[in-house]
């Protein structure tokens, strides 16, 4: 019978390497009542903790299926998205992982305000990916599937080009900014509107704004497509997290998520446009 007086400590312990396995064996005696019991005592969990005991959480995967298309009832595209992503966030780390996806977005963007004296996309971008450095992860570790976790990229200030993007538009949301998913071929990309035009912005790399000259090439590679018009609703965007998603878990050997975000995938149907 574990002793539940010892929990907390138990979980402190789980940062060392040398005994992990032996506490997390201990941990799994607790059973069902293991998270409620974490909640209860007030526990606080790192990031690293969250991760390990998550899978000691056996209902997440049904809870994740269970709750899914909640975002598909928000009102906004953007509600939408901050809603699939959080979702998305809270399976990987579980609910009880102290730090919100919401909390931190409103975070950034009350800093942006009180460091700039206007509104400006632009302004934003160089505030996330110069100021706050933002910055795109390294190239043996893009395939991590926490890359796909807006709370881990804003955390960790790294991720993947399209995370990074989110971050942007999602922050850019709050500050009544119109910043759009541009889902360009290979890289995903921003379109933040100004007071002038719209500017495509690279988010992984810097937040740089494309030039005319480049984007005149990529037009031309793209047949005439106009770039700054591709469509890329939420569920575009959902929809192509998850694409990413089930190439990080099957690349780490987790066939099991690959497999619930493939699920995930076709209950998108006919929503994505």
Same mark, same amino acid.
């Given at each position: 019978?574990?002793?539940?007086?010892?929990?907390?400590?138990?979980?402190?312990?789980?940062?060392?390497?040398?005994?992990?396995?032996?506490?997390?064996?201990?941990?799994?005696?607790?059973?069902?009542?293991?998270?409620?019991?974490?909640?209860?005592?007030?526990?606080?969990?790192?990031?690293?903790?969250?991760?390990?005991?998550?899978?000691?959480?056996?209902?997440?995967?049904?809870?994740?299926?269970?709750?899914?298309?909640?975002?598909?009832?928000?009102?906004?595209?953007? &509600?939408? !998205?901050?809603? $699939?992503?959080?979702? %998305?966030?809270? /399976?990987?780390?579980? =609910? +009880?992982?102290?730090?919100?996806?919401?909390?931190?977005?409103?975070?950034?963007?009350?800093?942006?305000?009180?460091?700039?004296?206007?509104?400006?996309?632009?302004?934003?971008?160089?505030?996330?990916?110069?100021?706050?450095?933002?910055?795109?992860?390294?190239?043996?570790?893009?395939?991590?599937?926490?890359?796909?976790?807006?709370?881990?990229?804003?955390?960790?200030?790294?991720?993947?080009?399209?995370?990074?993007?989110?971050?942007?538009?999602?922050?850019?949301?709050?500050?009544?900014?119109?910043?759009?998913?541009?889902?360009?071929?290979?890289?995903?990309?921003?379109?933040?509107?100004?007071?002038?035009?719209?500017?495509?912005?690279?988010?992984?790399?810097?937040?740089?704004?494309?030039?005319? &000259?480049? !984007?005149?090439? $990529?037009?031309?590679? %793209?047949?005439? /497509?106009?770039?700054? =018009? +591709?469509?890329?609703?939420?569920?575009?965007?959902?929809?192509?997290?998850?694409?990413?998603?089930?190439?990080?878990?099957?690349?780490?050997?987790?066939?099991?998520?690959?497999?619930?975000?493939?699920?995930?995938?076709?209950?998108?149907?006919?929503?994505?446009?």
């Amino acid at each position: 019978m574990p002793n539940i007086s010892q929990l907390s400590s138990l979980i402190r312990l789980l940062e060392d390497v040398s005994i992990r396995d032996t506490v997390m064996n201990e941990l799994a005696s607790f059973g069902p009542s293991l998270e409620k019991e974490i909640e209860r005592q007030g526990i606080p969990l790192s990031a690293v903790n969250a991760l390990l005991l998550r899978p000691l959480f056996a209902h997440y995967p049904s809870w994740l299926k269970d709750n899914w298309t909640s975002w598909l009832l928000k009102k906004s595209d953007n &509600e939408q !998205l901050e809603t $699939a992503l959080d979702l %998305l966030a809270r /399976f990987q780390y579980g =609910r +009880l992982y102290p730090v919100s996806l919401r909390t931190l977005l409103d975070n950034l963007a009350d800093e942006y305000d009180s460091r700039y004296a206007r509104r400006d996309a632009l302004d934003l971008s160089e505030f996330l990916f110069q100021g706050y450095a933002l910055r795109g992860v390294d190239e043996d570790d893009f395939y991590n599937p926490l890359n796909s976790n807006l709370v881990y990229v804003i955390e960790q200030k790294r991720g993947i080009p399209i995370s990074l993007a989110c971050v942007y538009i999602l922050v850019g949301d709050r500050l009544e900014l119109k910043i759009e998913g541009c889902n360009f071929p290979g890289h995903f990309l921003a379109v933040a509107s100004t007071r002038q035009d719209k500017v495509l912005v690279d988010c992984y790399n810097g937040g740089r704004a494309i030039s005319k &000259e480049t !984007l005149a090439n $990529a037009k031309a590679k %793209l047949s005439g /497509f106009d770039i700054l =018009r +591709l469509k890329c609703t939420a569920g575009m965007i959902v929809a192509r997290v998850l694409h990413n998603l089930v190439a990080e878990y099957e690349s780490t050997g987790d066939v099991e998520s690959a497999s619930i975000m493939n699920e995930l995938l076709r209950t998108l149907k006919g929503v994505r446009a």
